[in-house]
């Protein structure tokens, strides 16, 4: 006589396997980490160039990050990191502190050189909504005039004097 399979057939068995397969994965990616897993430490600080976007957000919230630093605003993702307006049980979360934009030039050369790989239309169109179309603008001017292939050839403290000149005058027009 064979033993009978617990109560509800094929759907307990795949819920059990799929639990102790959770717990397995979860141990796995913990000891692969260095010990930094869902309950492990958060005491990470990412510093990136531009505000995080929603995808970023959800891996820095998931991640053993304590702190996002950035330099750049990003208007079209504002707001976004913001998860405790998804749920009660996500408002009770402590969110990860955050510290940008700088307000300065070199938040807008952030922005702009996050803004020279592709602006699709109906992106472009949502920056100049939000208040970008001198920066959109400038991307366009620099595209045309073969200047990004000279920018990509300079480090960064060489691109940042390159553009300094411009960087002050978006200053005057963007919004804050």
């Not at 006589?1 to 617990?6: D, G, K, V």
């Not at 603008?137 to 060489?158: K, P, Q, T």
Request: charged residues 30%; positive net charge.
């Amino acid at each position: 006589m064979s033993a009978r399979p617990p109560r509800g057939g094929n759907a307990a068995r795949r819920s059990a396997r799929s639990a102790r397969f959770n717990r397995v994965r979860r141990a796995r990616c913990d000891r692969a980490n260095g010990g930094y897993g869902r309950r492990g430490r958060r005491d990470l600080v990412l510093t990136t160039t531009l505000q995080p976007c929603l995808q970023c957000a959800a891996v820095i919230r998931l991640g053993p990050i304590a702190a996002v630093r950035f330099a750049g605003p990003d208007r079209y993702w504002d707001g976004c990191h913001d998860f405790g307006k998804l749920s009660a049980r996500e408002a009770r979360r402590g969110q990860p502190a955050r510290t940008g934009p700088r307000r300065d030039e070199l938040d807008i050369f952030a922005t702009l050189i996050s803004r020279l790989v592709h602006l699709p239309p109906a992106y472009e169109e949502a920056l100049r909504a939000l208040g970008e179309g001198p920066m959109v603008d400038l991307v366009h001017e620099l595209e045309g005039g073969r200047e990004v292939d000279r920018l990509a050839a300079m480090d960064v403290i060489e691109g940042f004097g390159y553009l300094w000149p411009r960087l002050q005058e978006l200053a005057k027009v963007l919004p804050a």
